[in-house]
């Protein structure tokens, strides 16, 4: 008992005076050379609301894509993805081909973070109606956003297009 409370009271004295000079210090950035990754582990934020979240959102489609993004979470809020499921209309005959979120940087030209398919599968008889959905768990950050490309296979135009996701949203202090 004696030795825990030595090294919780030597913690806090450690904490105490030197807390001040470790704070002031600069941490070096992450630079990564050509080719290589770096990761950065930012403090965990302190989560003081969650809510249910849904979004739906019109594509345009031209040819045989469509693509578009969902809204991007405003500061201090942090949206979890847990499932899209989109729906296309094309002309007779069509065949999905792809369809795909990415997580997506507010860069320019936005960088690919991540990936989720929608594996989820269902077309009509005559290749009308094509309906993809898939199960994720996608965190998007402030300056961060999810783009959605559907394509057809092959076989015609993609005439509209929709999505809706939903998830959990996070009011961060």
């Not at 470790?22 to 609301?49: K, M, N």
């Not at 860069?107 to 991540?114: D, E, L, N, S, V």
Request: charged fraction near 10%; charge should be neutral.
């Amino acid at each position: 008992m004696t030795l825990r409370i030595s090294a919780a009271l030597a913690a806090c004295i450690l904490a105490t005076c030197c807390g001040a000079a470790l704070s002031q210090q600069r941490v070096p950035s992450l630079r990564a050379a050509p080719g290589a990754e770096a990761e950065r582990v930012a403090p965990q934020a302190t989560v003081i609301a969650t809510a249910h979240w849904q979004q739906f959102l019109m594509l345009d489609c031209t040819g045989a894509n469509c693509i578009g993004e969902f809204s991007k979470p405003v500061l201090k809020r942090r949206v979890t993805v847990s499932h899209i499921a989109c729906n296309v209309v094309a002309t007779a005959g069509s065949v999905l081909g792809s369809a795909v979120a990415e997580l997506a940087s507010n860069a320019t030209p936005p960088t690919i973070k991540g990936v989720g398919f929608l594996t989820q599968v269902y077309s009509s008889p005559n290749g009308e109606q094509h309906m993809a959905s898939g199960v994720m768990s996608m965190e998007v950050r402030a300056g961060e956003f999810i783009l959605v490309g559907l394509g057809l296979q092959s076989g015609g135009t993609a005439t509209q297009a929709n999505c809706q996701a939903s998830g959990i949203i996070e009011t961060l202090q």
